[in-house]
């Protein structure tokens, strides 16, 4: 679902574990490291395609999380020019996402690369909370960045595990 003004509807997925580390995935055949995420499909809720890409690209379900919160309000970045297929009708130019932070409660052993026919990682690992600034790249570090800021209160929230 691209927007008139050019940006895909996606969703971003913070996932930690007891002890507040946040889980980061190479993609698949790179050396890039992210959070999961995906777009949301038409006629789904934001709530809808986390719980999708959530199953896809980590293999958990939802008895396997809590959902501890998401941001208020989506939060854009644009792509690079270079990775604009202006081919594409309509045109999209970045993405703007809804991030939700969530509680793995189940076991780690639970995280699965390979439920999907085109998995999208090949590795995970648990990382410090603001970590992945240092890592992401460049045209997604502000929405990373503020992601983070909005919902760090709720990586410290005690909920149950």
């Known amino acids: 679902?691209?927007?008139?003004?050019?940006?895909?509807?996606?969703?971003?997925?913070?996932?930690?574990?007891?002890?507040?580390?946040?889980?980061?995935?190479?993609?698949?055949?790179?050396?890039?490291?992210?959070?999961?995420?995906?777009?949301?499909?038409?006629?789904?809720?934001?709530?809808?395609?986390?719980?999708?890409?959530?199953?896809?690209?980590?293999?958990?379900?939802?008895?396997?999380?809590?959902?501890?919160?998401?941001?208020?309000?989506w939060l854009r970045y644009r792509l690079p020019r270079g990775l604009i297929r202006h081919q594409s009708k309509p045109l999209c130019i970045g993405q703007k996402q809804i991030w939700f932070m969530l509680r793995l409660k189940g076991d780690e052993s639970d995280v699965r690369l390979d439920i999907s026919d085109h998995p999208e990682f090949d590795l995970w690992r648990w990382i410090d909370y603001w970590e992945p600034l240092n890592e992401i790249v460049s045209f997604k570090r502000n929405v990373y960045e503020h992601a983070l800021a909005e919902l760090e209160p709720l990586s410290t929230a005690r909920g149950a595990c």
């Open 1 to 73: 679902m691209i927007d008139l003004d050019g940006y895909r509807a996606n969703v971003g997925i913070i996932l930690n574990n007891r002890d507040g580390k946040l889980l980061w995935a190479r993609r698949i055949g790179q050396d890039a490291w992210q959070f999961p995420q995906g777009g949301i499909q038409p006629n789904e809720s934001p709530e809808e395609a986390m719980y999708r890409e959530l199953r896809e690209e980590v293999g958990l379900e939802p008895g396997h999380v809590t959902v501890l919160g998401r941001t208020n309000d």
